[in-house]
């Protein structure tokens, strides 16, 4: 899946909906440091922005994370990829799509 892609996702659960609406009130009120949440009116999917660490290669470059939460989030995990344009780094291909083997969360970008 691209993120231009209109693929057809289904509604989200009452329990990931109300879980998702605490998530954002958290994310709105305490930040983590380094992200940023585009305010947009689609719960199910969120775009972050990210900013590199300082001392990193990435310091001060701002990429954007794309976040699509499924219908039965907490219990799926959600669909993160980077949009155009992605970071320049071996886990993350040129589509902006992560490799999850042996890697864990950006730690690299915060």
């Not at 219908?71 to 980077?82: K, L, R």
């Amino acid at each position: 899946m691209t993120s231009s892609s209109t693929t057809t996702r289904k509604a989200l659960s009452k329990i990931a909906c109300n879980r998702l609406q605490k998530e954002l009130v958290e994310w709105q009120v305490n930040p983590p440091t380094g992200f940023k949440h585009k305010v947009t009116d689609n719960l199910q999917r969120w775009v972050i922005e990210v900013i590199g660490a300082p001392g990193t290669l990435y310091t001060n470059e701002t990429y954007q994370l794309q976040v699509d939460f499924p219908e039965h989030y907490p219990m799926e995990a959600p669909q993160v990829i980077f949009l155009h344009p992605a970071p320049l780094h071996p886990h993350i291909y040129s589509n902006g799509h992560i490799c999850l083997v042996e890697i864990s969360w950006p730690t690299w970008l915060v």
